[in-house]
């Protein structure tokens, strides 16, 4: 864990000692979380989980995406509405984790992106941290502030909400 995050947490839980959290989510656990999977999994791993609060998703951003051939072939940048899917992947296992036997034969899903902004291109060999912060949270549905970073720099930011509706049989 970094000195920022365990300071972090050394906050939260002077605050609330009660807190559940968590340091790292591999990748397993990832796919036990969302159903997202190749070629549309854009999280590899989270860090810094505090229950109902925040979490980092981190994506290591290669030149074997499927999406570089196409945008763009002669200077590849990521998508950034793909930018914006990693950041809410990240909300979506933070919502999972944090109901967790709640959402069991559930799926979460986006409801609204507000304020979406690109600041810098995203590219190959990049690693993205997307930090994700909940804003708001009543039941299912959750509102967050989310933002992602190469390098310390802020690529994206947005906020967005997201709830959790029943699985199709």
């Known amino acids: 864990m970094t000195e920022e995050a365990a300071q972090a947490v050394a906050e939260v839980q002077a605050v609330n000692p009660d807190q559940v959290v968590g340091d790292s989510i591999d990748y397993a656990e990832i796919l036990r979380r969302i159903p997202h999977r190749y070629p549309f999994l854009l999280i590899d791993r989270g860090e810094n989980w505090i229950k109902n609060k925040s979490m980092t998703g981190i994506k290591n951003v290669t030149f074997n995406e499927p999406f570089f051939p196409g945008h763009f072939p002669e200077n590849p940048v990521m998508p950034g509405v793909l930018i914006i899917e990693a950041i809410g992947q990240t909300g ?76 199709p049989k």
């Open 92 to 167: 979506a296992v933070l919502m999972s984790k944090s109901l967790d036997a709640d959402v069991e034969g559930k799926t979460i899903f986006f409801m609204s992106v507000d304020g979406a902004r690109f600041r810098s291109p995203v590219r190959p060999g990049d690693t993205l941290h997307m930090k994700v912060e909940v804003l708001r949270h009543r039941g299912d549905v959750f509102k967050f502030k989310g933002e992602a970073y190469v390098n310390g720099k802020v690529v994206c930011e947005c906020e967005f909400a997201a709830m959790v509706v029943e699985s």
